[in-house]
């Protein structure tokens, strides 16, 4: 490291120390096989407290702990630091890829993803962990046999279909209607009063602009059609870009079947509808299913706090996935990257948290938010308080940082992160961003009571060519894309807001 990066890692460690102490951000201790690197480091602690000169309070005061920031700092240099980083250094993607390959896809209700917790527990207990797991009882959905083919008076072919979860199954025969096609729920509404969906498989091809815009037409479309005589409903796959790959998700259970085509093969449909010369095309669907109840858990992994065990960081992704692919990115690497970051802090940075550090790894995501949702109504009185929840869940790719939300994001807590950002970025972090934005799914209930917030990437919507798709494999996995998200998440993880 130069020395005028050593300097200016010196003043951005004065800064965040300031934030630290500003708000009783009492976070780490070093670990007692480090403390040759604490007597190393005193001289920066002095410079830093240098800094403080003039600026003491009788809170400060109470609340000072300079090895905390000293010892974000070493975490900072053990996991970025020049030398400490192996081109081939790949656990989190190694573990992920024998998960993956040994149990494959991890839908609610499967022994795929049954067996994956247990795999996860007995990991966790070999690397070291205190970890237990909570019972969930949730819903499933269970897919059969499925198709969809195209006919026209010229030719019959099939198309490339996902049946969406929860939908309802078609007759064993299956349905076949002529098609119309929609452009949104606009058009879709004008129709349906004009009598002209009656009888029909509605067809609802949105042009893709961004995920959060398209997903409605998945998710809620179905109920709609339903409301104007549609027998089935199909949804253009809600992605930028596709190779005939369907995307698969939930959709509200209406009492008509409903499914995902590829993009390509709802232009056929778009493009035949539109020619005024020919008949509309017609669709022969055929889906089978099942649904029921059964018992899954979540996975709560802990490394204990030693001075405020109270005061809780959570990090986290969901384990189980669709039953495409094998979620790999959708969200193997969002819980992987949870595990591992206590991973590396306990076993590479050897630290002993002053408040506890804990990874969940949430079930039932894809069905409906369920083991979050279970988390949450079970956790939200205890005495120990979840002060910090985050979770990864829109992949791993390039990584840009966290997008931070909720009730206890004020501005000594905004900087607080803002100081962490600063020396991340110094050091030539990738994801070294701090935004403010939203929670993802599963602790977006906490930003009730804490911050809240989310990993996200610097890729755009690259992540949505994978997303519940039978593509999402280890190979949409960069090894090295997994490990900085860990290292970065685990940096975040040593601070804490309002400790009270």
Not at 256 to 269: F, G, R, T
Request: aromatic share 8%; glycine share 8%.
């Amino acid at each position: 490291m130069t020395k005028q990066r050593s300097a200016n890692m010196t003043r951005y460690l004065a800064l965040l120390l300031v934030a630290l102490i500003a708000i009783g951000a009492v976070n780490v201790v070093a670990s007692p096989t480090h403390a040759h690197a604490r007597k190393h480091q005193q001289h920066h602690a002095d410079g830093v407290q240098a800094v403080m000169a003039g600026h003491e309070s009788a809170r400060w005061a109470q609340h000072r702990r300079v090895s905390s920031a000293t010892t974000i700092r070493h975490a900072v240099q053990t996991l970025f630091g020049p030398g400490t980083r192996n081109a081939t250094d790949k656990l989190a993607w190694d573990r992920l890829a024998e998960l993956t390959d040994t149990y494959g896809p991890r839908p609610g209700g499967s022994q795929g993803l049954e067996k994956s917790i247990d795999w996860m527990v007995e990991l966790a207990k070999k690397d070291g962990f205190d970890v237990y797991t909570e019972e969930v009882p949730i819903k499933y959905w269970r897919r059969g046999v499925e198709s969809a083919t195209l006919i026209t008076d010229t030719w019959t072919t099939p198309l490339h279909m996902d049946g969406l979860g929860f939908s309802a199954p078609t007759p064993k025969d299956g349905i076949e209607a002529e098609v119309f096609v929609a452009n949104g729920f606009d058009d879709l509404d004008h129709a349906g009063a004009a009598g002209q969906l009656k009888g029909k498989i509605v067809l609802l091809n949105y042009e893709w602009t961004k995920y959060s815009d398209g997903v409605k037409y998945r998710t809620t479309g179905a109920k709609r059609a339903e409301k104007w005589g549609a027998v089935a409903y199909l949804v253009r796959s809600v992605t930028p870009f596709s190779m005939r790959t369907p995307h698969t998700g939930n959709s509200q259970t209406a009492g008509i079947p409903a499914a995902a085509l590829a993009v390509e093969d709802a232009n056929i449909l778009a493009r035949i509808f539109a020619r005024d010369h020919v008949a509309a095309p017609r669709v022969r669907l055929v889906m089978q299913s099942e649904t029921g109840v059964s018992m899954s858990r979540n996975t709560v992994v802990e490394m204990r706090g030693t001075e405020r065990p109270n005061d809780v960081v959570l990090v986290g992704g969901h384990i189980d996935s669709w039953d495409k692919g094998v979620g790999a990115q959708d969200d193997g690497t969002g819980f992987m990257a949870a595990y591992h970051a206590l991973y590396l802090l306990k076993h590479r940075v050897q630290v002993q948290p002053a408040h506890t550090l804990r990874a969940v790894l949430f079930t039932a995501e894809e069905t409906g938010v369920q083991g979050g949702d279970a988390y949450y109504a079970a956790h939200v009185n205890d005495e120990a308080k979840i002060r910090v929840a985050l979770e990864v869940d829109e992949g791993v790719l390039t990584p840009r940082g966290l997008v931070l939300d909720g009730t206890k994001l004020d501005d000594a807590a905004w900087d607080m992160y803002q100081g962490i950002s600063a020396m991340l970025k110094e050091v030539g972090v990738r994801g070294w961003r701090v935004e403010r934005g939203y929670a993802g799914a599963d602790v977006a209930k906490w930003c009730k009571h804490a911050v809240c917030g989310e990993w996200v990437n610097d890729t755009g919507d690259y992540y949505f060519r994978y997303h519940h798709t039978p593509a999402d494999m280890m190979e949409a996995v960069d090894p090295v894309d997994l490990e900085d998200v860990a290292s970065t998440l685990a940096i975040y993880a040593l601070a804490l807001p309002h400790a009270e």
